[in-house]
T-cell receptor, first 119, second 113 residues
Framework: GAVVSQHPSRVICKSGTSVKIECRSL??????MFWYRQFPKKSLMLMAT?????????EQGVEKDKFLINHASLTLSTLTVTSAHPEDSSFYIC???????????????FGPGTRLTVL | AQSVTQPDIHITVSEGASLELRCNYS??????LFWYVQSPGQGLQLLLK??????LVQGIKGFEAEFKRSQSSFNLRKPSVHWSDAAEYFC???????????FGQGTTLQVKP
């Protein structure tokens, strides 16, 4: 089956530093990847759509200068949380949409998530 | 605006009992609907999806869901739960043919031995 990995799985950083989270599709190519944020006991909230070779599309209310997304290849998207603050602490999840499938019909595959704690 | 509501935040059932998790959606057109399961340390796994056709959809792990347009519902069912089914379950609707998913709040399933 299709596998999506995220690295790191957990990260603790100091307030004011930046953290990069990687999302990789291991056995398929993904033109489109999505980044979600999940608060404790809460639903997943879509943050942005990451498209290979172009700028990410951010959802309303998500600061694009704070959450930098780069989708440099068909198997890798990165989310960088810049100048992190304690309120950025959360569980970040990515998903990848196989390039060979048509949008909205193909199944998205989710990574296991990254737990970010900002002290 | 599109939305998904899962009325039950937490459900406890005995092993072997039947299960129904509720999901209601708000969407202007024919929705694409999904049920996902999230276990600790693992990514969300797709249980089943509805795009069109037969309103009763079969999924993995013995789950099924029925799309009822008149009730704007897409409830998940399983005739006999196993202890390994304990997890977080999310209903989702796809937004306007974009691939973007709008998730419900989730239902935590606890299974009693």
């Amino acid at each position: 089956g299709a596998v999506v990995s995220q690295h790191p799985s957990r990260v603790i950083c100091k307030s004011g530093t930046s953290v990069k989270i990687e999302c990789r599709s291991l056995d398929f190519q993904a033109t489109t990847m999505f980044w979600y944020r999940q608060f404790p006991k809460k639903s997943l909230m879509l943050m942005a759509t990451s498209n290979e070779g172009s700028k990410a599309t951010y959802e309303q209310g998500v600061e694009k200068d704070k959450f930098l997304i780069n989708h440099a290849s068909l198997t890798l998207s990165t989310l960088t949380v810049t100048s992190a603050h304690p309120e950025d602490s959360s569980f970040y999840i990515c998903s990848a949409l196989p390039t060979s499938g048509s949008l909205s019909v193909a199944e998205q595959f989710f990574g296991p998530g990254t737990r970010l704690t900002v002290l | 605006a599109q939305s998904v509501t899962q009325p039950d935040i937490h459900i406890t059932v005995s092993e072997g009992a039947s299960l129904e998790l509720r999901c209601n959606y708000s969407y202007g057109a024919t929705p694409y609907l999904f049920w996902y399961v999230q276990s600790p340390g693992q990514g969300l796994q797709l249980l089943l999806k509805y795009f069109s056709g037969d309103t009763l959809v079969q999924g993995i792990k013995g789950f099924e869901a029925e799309f009822k347009r008149s009730q704007s519902s897409f409830n998940l069912r399983k005739p006999s739960v196993h202890w390994s089914d304990a997890a977080e379950y999310f209903c989702a609707v796809e937004s306007s043919n974009t691939g973007k998913l709008i998730f419900g709040q989730g239902t935590t399933l606890q299974v009693k031995p």
